[in-house]
Structure formats: C-alpha cells, structure tokens
C-alpha cells in the first residue's frame, strides 16, 4: 500500500505565484511545509476521435510555485482557462509521446502565450521528435513575427520556447520536484515502425518531498510503468474498453474485414490497458489511489462507469477515481 492516505490539506483558496526565473529566484525563499502537488486531468478523451463530451488529453500539475502542463493535446489552452490558469503560468510541458491528439494544443499554448508577451521561457520536454515538433511550430510562427500584433513586433519566437528531448531513466530536477522518464510499450508492435523511428513513448512519475504521482501517459501492459509507480500516492492511468470499441467500429465500419478488426484488438489490447490491467498494475505497485483518464470508450462516460469502476476493483482495493474534464486531485502531505 501506499505510504500513507492522501489528504486534501491544500486550501482552494491558496495563492501563489505562479512565475518562474529571474524574479522568483530573487525573492525571500521560504519553505512551505506543505506545498501544493495537485493533479488537474484537463481533457480526458482517448485516442484521435473528438468527443462532445471529453477534450483531448492535457493535465496540469500545481506543484509548489510550478505550474505544468503534462500532454496538450487540442483544447489544452481554453481547458487551462477553465481551471482558473492563464497560458502565461506555464513554464513547463511534457509530452508523453506524440501522437497528435496528445500535442495538438500545444501551438495554441506556446503561441498565445507568446502572443501575449507573457514573460520567461517555456521548456517543452518530451520523446525523441519534440525538438523537430517545437521547431515545426516556431516555423509557423514566421510571419506573425514580422507582422507583430498592433503594438511593435513581438520578442523572438525561438527567444521564448525550448524543447528537451528525454531519454528513457532519465531524472529531470525542478527545484524540488523530481520527474523521473520511462520508456513504455505503446509504441512496440509490427514492423518496429517507432523503434526504426527513434521514436518512444514515457510514463513519468512526479516527486515532490514524500509525495508522488505516477501518470501512465499511454501504455500496454508493462512492468516498467508498475515499477515506475511503486508506492506513489496516486497513478494516472489511461483506460480502454477494448470489447466495446472493436463492436462499435464494427457497426460504424461494416465494410471492415475481420482481420483489420482483429488487428485493431490486437493494438487495443498490447497498447493500451483495459480496467481489469489498470487493478493490477495499482494493486502490484502499492498506489494509494487510482485516476482513470483518457477514456478509450465507444460513448459517455456515464455508460462505461460502473463496468470500469468494478473491473479495476476487482484487483485493487484502494480508492478509484473515474476522473472528468477539470476533476483535480490534491495530493495531501504527511506532515
Ligand atoms: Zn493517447
Ligand atoms: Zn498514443
């Protein structure tokens, strides 16, 4: 089990200063004996099918005076502005891995909130390939510099953001938060496309003093992730209901032949991890909660809920949380 019960002790109406680099360095430091380590699941949608229901994958991170942005996927930015956060409060993302429905916003978060000339840098991290990604996205970025916004030209795009490809074990220090990389199996399958690539595919796991989150990004069924996320307070995990999906694509699709259905539950199922996966790889681990999000689900959230909730608890018996666009979690301190 997890080392200890999670608490909400972080009151709502807690103020902080958002804003990284030269300023805050300068301040007074002051230790807060129990900063915030919040988790915000922004859009909890799965896969590249918009829903009417759930935005596309993006979660924030609230921890101590750092405000992150974990996937940003399209609607990343407005979903931000409903969780009380401009763009210009970021300073930091990271990337699963980049399939589009997990990057999709992040022009949208660099670009206003550089149109904004809101101030620092922000550091995009992620899987070999965001390098080329924030490039593509600072090319696009071209002419409105020249043309400005009405009040002079704007700063340098390329001035304002930076990309850091990880590599898999890899330890990223963030003051007092520590954000450890490991590389998954989402991306292994026929062929080796992604390994012929360079591509990968992580799961991280957020520290901040005692207190942990394991966030799954997407993944198959693999021992590296339930390593990952030994004994952290809470596991953000991805979700698919493989039976449902293969019978809904085969009602929208009929003109599909059975071997393309059956390797599209070969993909869901090594790929992805259904709720029954979820309970175990929680129980294996010792979480001491589980969030479920990006719904790989044929419809509402309201008509998968039950299965879900009973098929993760019938391997763990820690609290289970069926998350929402917008649901935060606080991570409470023992101390
Ligand atoms: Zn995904
Ligand atoms: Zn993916």
Known sequence: MARRTLTACIAASMVFTPQLGATAASATPQTD??????????????????????TEPANLIEAGDQVILVDAGDAAASQLAKAGRAVGDVHTVFLSHLHLDHTGGLAAVVGLRWMN????????????GTQALVDGIIASMAMPAQMGFGLGLPSKPSDRIKAVELTDGQVVEMGDLRVKVVANNHLDGPGDFAKKAG???????????????????????????????????????????????????????PELADF?????REHFTTHHVTPE???????????????????????PLGESAPSLYSQVRQNFSGEVDLSRDLSSYDVGCSR
């Not at 004996?33 to 859009?43: D, E, I, K, Q, S």
């Not at 198959?220 to 039976?243: F, H, K, Q, W, Y």
């Not at 129980?283 to 689900?297: E, F, N, P, Q």
Request: with cysteine; aromatic share 8%.
């Open 33 to 54: 004996p129990c900063p915030m380590f919040r988790w915000t699941t922004l859009g909890t949608a799965g896969g590249p099918i918009p829903t009417p229901e759930r």
């Open 117 to 128: 000339e809101y101030p620092g840098v922000i550091t995009v991290y992620g899987p070999p």
């Open 199 to 253: 591509a990968l595919a992580f799961s991280y796991r957020f520290e901040l003093g005692d207190r942990s989150i394991t966030y799954t990004g997407d993944t198959g069924p693999d021992d590296r992730v339930t390593e990952l996320a030994t004994g952290s307070d809470m596991l953000v995990s991805e979700v698919i209901e493989v039976d449902q999906m293969i019978a809904m694509i085969a009602k929208q699709r």
């Open 260 to 264: 393309m259905l059956n390797a599209a």
């Open 277 to 299: 996966q979820v309970g175990k790889m929680a129980a294996a681990a010792g979480v001491g909660r589980v969030v479920l999000t990006h719904y790989v689900i044929p419809g």
